[in-house]
């Protein structure tokens, strides 16, 4: 009677100071966002196929001379309908074609200094965004915000998918949680994107999109409520309490649910990079995701008839006669016995006061690497730690290029406040300037950035199989099934991928160089469809790919996409089976947990005509030898459905190729 009791009051408190509703459609109709104010307060409720999910969710800013969350007045709303049509250069979709409706809400506070703000929204097909923009008014140039309290009010006790963190200081590495929404423990910080599931399996995921001189966002049950929660700026830019600092007019990046009752679209969807601003680099040519080795995985192995192995360059010859035999587009130079490529007098990979990037090793010549690599048709990238590179940025992009290198991978940054996300920008725009692409390691979510500078090729931002070099019990392939149903929402998703020294939990042990892998090796071939990445690693050495079953698998697949499908052989956070399309081909990947499952995959995503299938599965003695597959070829048609058996912790791939 209590419960009943309160919800007819609040009805009647709505029914009777509740301004009219401002409300948004999506273009298919199935989601609605409606805006209202309640005593000069902002609230906004979201419900899907009329089923409501977020319900009186107050938004409000903290500046450090006020707030914006009382004696709020309505203008009038301006409303909006278009297209985002665009060509993503590196991205899981060729071409985007995206309808949404859009409303501004002009909102100004009636007391004080009368500050101005509008909430910007809008509703896709697929999620709903909304955003503050600061415009440009009389007597107020600047703001320093102290918190944005943004709610996210769920109804039905959602189950709760997502990273939990301990504070705002962190690789954004470490393992899922899965709780219902009412047994979460209160003011936890939520790494996002987060994946929320509702009884009527309705799935959200809630992010953000266009992160822009402003904080990274993260989620914090407070007072029964999922609250927005920014990153601090640190000293001595700030005292703890400080966000974000910026001048009017400003905007903050968009938060984004992803809304439907089909996990498969939540996948699919490019609303992120939608949201973000169209391509800023104008020659786009020399931009060329790809496949690039990676050996500080795997101990730098060589062959023992190697002359001399070390920081130099018979060493990286031997990886780049690698990559040219084998369609691997980049070598990458980290390190070799434990110390980087360049000259550091810092220990454990950590800038000394003499770090310059700039400057090799004795005995390493980067330029003749990069002439060698450069005649066989591969290009050469190297890893940076972020705190040598960033005070040398100007000089080193310029050395960087005049060397000949085409990328890099930029690490330990371990930060998502404003100035962190600036300076990351800036890596961005300048490496852009020299030709050179950016890999982010130790670093937050994607937001979509690969649309406005597509050098932008993946980020890290979750636990991988870099740990298995020192890691016990090693990364499980129930890890590895959370990630498509969270992590790479935001997109593109690096992960140390290539080990082909699969074993069982009872075989695996820790061990530093040539690491051993969980799973099968199906199960790796598979992750390389099944997660999203630009610049996908092959970590392991030469001599443990070549002649060996399976490696002809990744040295044809791609990085980038046409088009991606999530069949209905998915239930989340079990198993998934993605198709993706490179021109008239498709790659089809399934990944399970420790289950064993029987699938039966239709190929109706296929064109009309024959294709010819390279169908790799689970061996049925991968519980003694996790290496084992089958391999068969086929031709099929999408009328063919195919039946496989996928071992706990197993998986499938396939190579569909269209005939002429």
């Keep these: 009677m209590k419960k009943l009791f309160c919800f007819c009051c609040l009805i009647f408190?709505?029914?009777?100071?509740?301004?009219?509703?401002?409300?948004?459609?999506s273009p298919d109709g199935d989601i609605v966002f409606s805006f209202y104010l309640l005593k000069g307060n902002a609230f906004y409720n979201v419900t899907y196929k009329k089923t409501k999910i977020i319900t009186n969710s107050k938004l409000s800013l903290d500046f450090s001379d006020g707030s914006f969350e009382n004696d709020l007045r309505m203008k009038r709303a301006i409303y909006n309908d278009s297209v985002e049509d665009y060509d993503l250069i590196v991205g899981k979709t060729k071409h985007v074609h995206d309808a949404y409706n859009e409303v501004t809400i002009p909102l100004q506070q009636t007391t004080g200094n009368q500050r101005k703000i509008n909430l910007v929204v809008r509703a896709f097909a697929g999620g709903v965004a909304f955003k503050y923009y600061f415009p440009q008014q009389?007597?107020?140039?600047?703001?320093?915000?102290?918190?944005?309290?943004?709610?996210?009010?769920?109804?039905?006790?959602?189950?709760?998918?997502?990273?939990?963190?301990?504070?705002?200081?962190?690789?954004?590495?470490?393992?899922?949680?899965?709780?219902?929404?009412?047994n979460l423990t209160a003011d936890t910080l939520l790494d996002m994107p987060a994946t929320f599931e509702f009884p009527n399996h309705i799935y959200v995921a809630i992010t953000e999109a266009a992160l822009?001189?402003?904080?990274?966002?993260?989620?914090?049950?407070?007072?029964?409520?999922?609250?927005?929660?920014?990153?601090?700026?640190?000293?001595?830019?700030?005292?703890?309490s400080i966000k974000?600092?910026?001048?009017?007019?400003?905007?903050t990046p968009w938060r984004v649910l992803l809304i439907s009752n089909r996990i498969g679209s939540l996948i699919e969807s490019n609303?992120?990079?939608?949201?973000?601003?169209?391509?800023?680099?104008?020659?786009?040519?020399?931009?060329?995701?790809?496949?690039c080795t990676f050996p500080w995985?795997?101990?730098?192995?060589?062959?023992?008839?190697?002359?001399?192995p070390g920081n130099?360059?018979?060493?990286?010859?031997?990886?780049?006669?690698?990559?040219?035999?084998?369609?691997?587009?980049?070598?990458?130079?980290?390190?070799?016995?434990?110390?980087?490529?360049?000259?550091?007098?810092?220990?454990?990979?950590?800038?000394?006061?003499?770090?310059?990037?700039?400057?090799?090793?004795?005995?390493?010549?980067?330029?003749?690497?990069?002439?060698?690599?450069?005649?066989?048709?591969?290009?050469?990238?190297?890893?940076?730690?972020?705190?040598?590179?960033?005070?040398?940025?100007?000089?080193?992009f310029d050395v960087f290029e005049k060397w000949g290198l085409k990328g890099m991978m930029v690490d330990f940054m371990d930060r998502d406040d404003q100035q962190m996300v600036n300076m990351q920008t800036e890596i961005l725009q300048k490496a852009a300037a020299h030709h050179l692409h950016i890999q982010f390691h130790g670093a937050y979510k994607p937001t979509g950035l690969n649309r406005t500078y597509p050098n932008e090729y993946t980020r890290e931002g979750t636990l991988n199989y870099e740990t298995d070099k020192w890691d016990d019990h090693g990364l499980s392939p129930d890890h590895d099934i959370n990630m498509p149903f969270t992590r790479m929402l935001a997109g593109s998703t690096d992960y140390h991928l290539g080990g082909f020294r699969a074993v069982t939990q009872q075989q695996y042990h820790q061990q530093y160089t040539r690491p051993l892998v969980l799973g099968t090796r199906c199960h790796m071939l598979a992750m390389y469809v099944v997660l999203e990445n630009y610049l996908q690693m092959i970590c392991d050495y030469p001599a443990a790919y070549e002649g060996q079953p399976g490696f002809e698998f990744i040295k044809e697949i791609p990085t980038t996409w046409d088009e991606t499908k999530v069949l209905d052989q998915t239930e989340a956070f079990k198993y998934i089976t993605i198709a993706r399309r490179s021109n008239n081909d498709w790659y089809v990947g399934t990944i399970t947990d420790h289950e064993p499952r029987q699938l039966s995959i239709p190929l109706n995503f296929l064109s009309d005509g024959n294709y010819t299938a390279e169908i790799y599965t689970d061996a049925n003695d991968v519980n003694v030898d996790a290496n084992h597959l089958n391999?068969?070829?086929?031709?099929v048609t999408n009328k063919d459905v195919i039946n496989i058996n996928v071992a706990g912790g197993g998986g499938e791939v396939m190579r569909l190729i269209k005939q002429k």
């Design 13 to 25: 408190t709505v029914s009777v100071f509740a301004q009219k509703k401002i409300t948004i459609v």
């Design 138 to 182: 009389n007597g107020w140039n600047d703001f320093v915000l102290t918190d944005e309290n943004t709610t996210f009010n769920f109804v039905n006790n959602p189950t709760v998918h997502a990273l939990l963190r301990e504070n705002y200081t962190t690789s954004h590495e470490g393992f899922y949680t899965t709780v219902v929404l009412n």
């Design 212 to 240: 822009l001189d402003y904080a990274g966002m993260y989620l914090s049950k407070h007072n029964c409520v999922l609250t927005s929660k920014l990153s601090p700026l640190p000293a001595p830019l700030g005292d703890g």
């Design 244 to 251: 974000v600092k910026a001048n009017i007019p400003h905007s």
């Design 271 to 291: 609303i992120i990079t939608d949201l973000n601003a169209p391509c800023a680099i104008k020659d786009v040519s020399w931009i060329h995701p790809g496949k």
């Design 297 to 308: 995985w795997n101990g730098n192995v060589t062959p023992d008839s190697l002359n001399a």
């Design 312 to 396: 130099n360059f018979v060493t990286n010859q031997y990886y780049i006669d690698f990559c040219a035999r084998n369609n691997i587009d980049y070598h990458s130079v980290v390190e070799y016995g434990l110390h980087q490529w360049y000259t550091d007098d810092g220990v454990g990979f950590q800038p000394g006061p003499h770090a310059d990037v700039t400057k090799p090793v004795p005995g390493l010549d980067m330029k003749q690497i990069c002439d060698y690599a450069a005649t066989k048709g591969v290009g050469v990238r190297v890893w940076v730690h972020f705190y040598a590179l960033y005070p040398k940025l100007d000089t080193a």
């Design 631 to 635: 391999k068969q070829t086929r031709t």
